[in-house]
């Protein structure tokens, strides 16, 4: 009986802030949805600058919930610029928590709302939130020969003409790195060598194109890439061997107590848009990711070992920037589902946005 209990206060540690992100998303979507037909008679501009808007009080919940909650504590080494620019963000991929961080790190920049990712094909299936990350800006991209050049280029062009604020996250390996996949990471290593290039031993070879496209297209509206390493503490197990990352779900479960993460901005001037001088660059980028994560992962200094080099600064997360935005949701929720109504209205809202959400994703990538 103890055993069960343990089993069950431990699978509420997920449950219960899961059961809230998903379960305010019908009246996010409603609300984004009543914005869309309203602004359909004003400029472009306008609209992007209340859906990021809408999108950063999302958002914020999310991490309310994945850092608040948790009480994860984030590390940073470098210093993250005060003012909002336009950049894409490229970083290391071990997780889904991955998605999270970069969060994490544009509400301390005041830029969450920004946030657009480049995302794998078959995210875009996902009820609701597979359709709205498209309607927000964020392009799915199949990969080596199914990639579609022509529709990332389109997507981008039209949101740079937009005017829309910038902060596209791409993980230019691909797929996650996972220690157990030991065959991932072989072909990921032949592959470098087979292209001339260093082999990595703590993550994958990255791939250029989405990278490329992206600073290429947008490179009049860009100031900076955002080069950033991720590590999760306690991925270390007790022999000294490198462990995955943590899951999402194990993330809410409170299994990582602390993130750390390099930051590095780099100018848009500094990057050479030349293929073949841009798959160098951003090799050579991932080269010092590698450096960095050896470090991490492998100092013989006890002092050094599962931190990186420099000064890092715990960041905490204030709860002003988050609460509210909890508070805003709930309050939306909460009466579409005490009436009979709206608790069809909830529903129908999950199913033929989800259905149509579908549809807009294939009909109109």
């Known amino acids: 009986m103890l055993l ?63 850092e608040n909650y ?10 993250i610029p005060k003012k909002k620019e336009n950049v894409i963000y490229l970083s290391n991929h071990q997780c889904t928590a991955d998605w999270i961080i970069a969060d994490m790190l544009a509400i301390r920049q005041s830029a969450l709302g920004h946030v657009r990712y480049v995302l794998k094909d078959g995210l875009k299936w996902l009820p609701l939130y597979g ?27 039209t949101q740079t003409q937009a005017g829309a604020p910038m902060y596209l996250v791409i993980f230019p390996e691909g797929t996650r790195y996972n ?10 290593q032949a592959f470098a060598s087979k292209q001339g290039l260093a ?15 992206a600073i290429d297209t947008m490179k009049g509206h860009l ?18 061997q490198r462990k995955p990352a943590p899951s999402m779900p194990e993330f809410l479960c409170k299994e990582c107590p602390r993130v750390h993460i390099h930051f590095d901005r780099v100018d848009i001037k500094e990057i050479p848009t030349e293929p073949v001088f841009f798959r160098r660059w951003l090799h050579e980028r991932f080269e010092i990711k590698d450096r960095l994560l050896t470090n991490f992962y492998e100092s013989k200094d006890e002092d050094k070992i599962c931190k990186f080099p420099g000064e890092g600064k715990t960041s905490p997360l204030n709860l002003s920037k988050t609460l509210p935005s909890v508070v805003i949701l709930g309050g939306l929720t909460l009466p579409l589902l005490l009436t009979e109504n709206g608790r069809k209205l909830y529903v129908r809202t999950w199913v033929y946005g989800t259905l149509l959400g579908w549809l807009w994703v294939n009909v109109f990538p």
């Open 4 to 66: 069960s209990l343990v089993v069950h206060t431990y699978s509420l540690r997920y449950w219960f802030p899961a059961t809230i992100m998903l379960g305010t998303a019908p009246a996010y979507l409603l609300s984004w949805g009543a914005w869309r037909l309203l602004s359909s008679v004003l400029p472009a501009r306008v609209y992007h600058k209340l859906d990021d808007r809408l999108y950063c009080i999302y958002q914020s919940m999310v991490l309310f919930f994945f």
């Open 70 to 79: 948790t009480g994860v504590e984030i590390v940073i080494y470098g210093d």
């Open 131 to 157: 359709w709205y990350f498209s309607q927000h800006g964020g392009a799915y991209v199949k990969r080596s020969a199914k990639f579609n050049e022509k529709a990332m280029k389109k997507k981008l062009f």
């Open 179 to 188: 220690p157990e996949l030991k065959n991932v990471i072989a072909d990921s």
């Open 199 to 213: 082999v990595l031993r703590h993550t994958l070879t990255p791939r250029m194109r989405a990278s490329h496209i």
């Open 223 to 240: 100031d900076a890439v955002y080069d950033v390493t991720v590590a999760y503490e306690g991925t270390l197990d007790p022999s000294g």
